[in-house]
């Protein structure tokens, strides 16, 4: 599995626009690129996948550059509730969703009244 | 959604006692599900993979006699923390990943189990 490297922290206010930047520069061909969310005391919660350009959902967008080595996730106007650790996994190919995924170490976000 | 939920959210035991922690998807299948521990201020860490109907597959430096892991259906895993001591107090947590669902990493977490040995 590749490795990722993210901020350690992060500090934002209230109705910021937060960008999240991972690194992947050894991602594999068939990897996709997933982003996490983890409160204190909870299982992780899954908040966007994709494999290039960009995906966006209800809650966050992922943008990838054509190289591939690196993603961004953006989390529109921030609020309280968003403070969590968002990690960056990159995994490979078809049916991962079975396979054991390798967590690095997060970035702390912190939103600010 | 995909549910997976986690019994009991917390625990608290002795020094020496054995404490089972169960895993469930309640409304998938799930042929495979991971086992992670996380300390505080830390990352999740994969102590093992259960399969279902078979031996778990433990990760280097996880002991497999003293976290013993049983699959025996499709919706159930558990681990047991056999003569537990405080430096197991952690974070458990389980996942499971949708059978025959594909092209994807998403996988569904459960909401933790605390574990405090005293």
């Known amino acids: 599995l590749a490795k990722t490297t993210q901020p350690i922290s992060m500090d934002s206010y209230e109705g910021q626009e937060v960008n999240i930047t991972c690194s992947h520069n050894n991602i594999a061909t068939n990897d996709y690129i997933t982003w996490y969310q983890q409160f204190p005391s909870q299982g992780p919660r899954f908040i966007i996948q994709?494999?290039?350009t960009k995906v966006t959902n209800e809650v966050a967008s992922l943008f990838i550059p054509a190289d591939r080595k690196s993603s961004t996730l953006s989390l529109p106007r921030v609020s309280l509730s968003d403070t969590a650790v968002y990690y960056c996994?990159?995994?490979?190919?078809?049916?991962?969703?079975?396979?054991?995924?390798?967590f690095g170490s997060g970035t702390r976000l912190q939103v600010q009244p | 959604g995909a549910v997976v939920s986690q019994h009991p959210s917390w625990v608290i035991c002795k020094s020496g006692t054995s404490v089972k922690i169960e895993c469930r998807s309640l409304d998938f299948q799930a042929t495979t599900m991971f086992w992670y521990r996380q300390f505080p201020k830390q990352s999740l860490m994969l102590m093992a993979t259960?399969?279902?109907?078979?031996?778990?597959?433990?990760e280097q430096g996880v002991e497999k006699d003293k976290f013993l892991i049983n699959h025996a259906s499709l919706t159930l895993s558990t681990l047991t923390v056999t003569s537990a001591h405080p430096e197991d107090s952690s974070f458990y947590i389980c996942?499971?990943?949708?059978?025959?669902?594909?092209?994807?990493?998403?996988?569904?977490f459960g909401p933790g189990t605390r574990l405090t040995v005293l």
């Open positions: 996994l990159v995994g490979g190919g078809k049916d991962t969703g079975r396979r054991a995924l390798t």
């Open positions: 996942s499971a990943g949708l059978r025959g669902r594909t092209a994807y990493n998403e996988q569904f």
């Open positions: 259960s399969n279902e109907g078979s031996k778990a597959t433990y």
């Open positions: 994709g494999y290039k």
